[in-house]
C-alpha cells in the first residue's frame, strides 16, 4: 500500500500501515518505547495491540514523572545553588534538558497512540 496517508506525528521507521512488513516495524518501535525487560514476553509480540497498550502506558507515565521533574527541578536543586556546589546557570541548563524531554515524551505518546491505531484498523484519511 504505497502512498497511503500518514498523520503528523508517525514515527520514522514505521513502515505505512497495510504495506508489507508495516507490522514488525510497529513492534519494533513499541518495543523501544518501553523497558528492556518487555522484550522477553513472547506474548507482547504476539499481541501487538496489548503491546501498544503497554507501551502507551509507559510513556504516559514518563510524560507525567517529567512533567512533575519540571515542576520541582529549580525548588530541587536550590540547596545545592546556596551551598555553592552548582549554580543558577546550571539549574536553567537542568530545567531546560527536563522541558526537551517532556516535549519528546509528548511526541513519542502522539506516536504510540497513532501506531496503536493502526494496529487497531483504523485509516488514517488527510482532512481538508
Not at 518487555?38 to 501498544?52: D, I, N, S, T, W
Not at 517529567?66 to 540547596?79: F, M, V
Request: proline share 9%.
Amino acid at each position: 500500500m504505497s502512498g497511503a496517508y500518514l498523520p503528523p506525528g508517525w514515527p520514522d521507521g514505521v513502515r505505512p500501515p497495510g504495506s508489507e512488513g508495516w507490522l514488525p516495524t510497529a513492534v519494533a518501535f513499541l518495543l523501544d518505547c518501553c523497558p528492556p525487560d518487555f522484550r522477553g514476553y513472547p506474548e507482547l509480540r504476539r499481541h501487538p495491540a496489548v503491546l501498544a497498550r503497554f507501551a502507551d502506558r509507559f510513556v504516559a507515565a514518563q510524560a507525567e514523572a517529567a512533567t512533575t521533574g519540571l515542576a520541582e527541578i529549580r525548588t530541587a536543586l536550590r540547596d545545592l545553588v546556596r551551598s555553592g556546589e552548582i549554580t543558577e546557570p546550571v539549574v536553567d541548563r537542568a530545567a531546560d534538558a527536563w522541558q526537551e524531554q517532556q516535549a519528546q515524551l509528548v511526541r513519542t505518546r502522539r506516536a504510540v497512540g497513532l501506531v496503536e491505531q493502526a494496529i487497531r484498523g483504523e485509516v488514517f484519511v488527510r482532512r481538508l
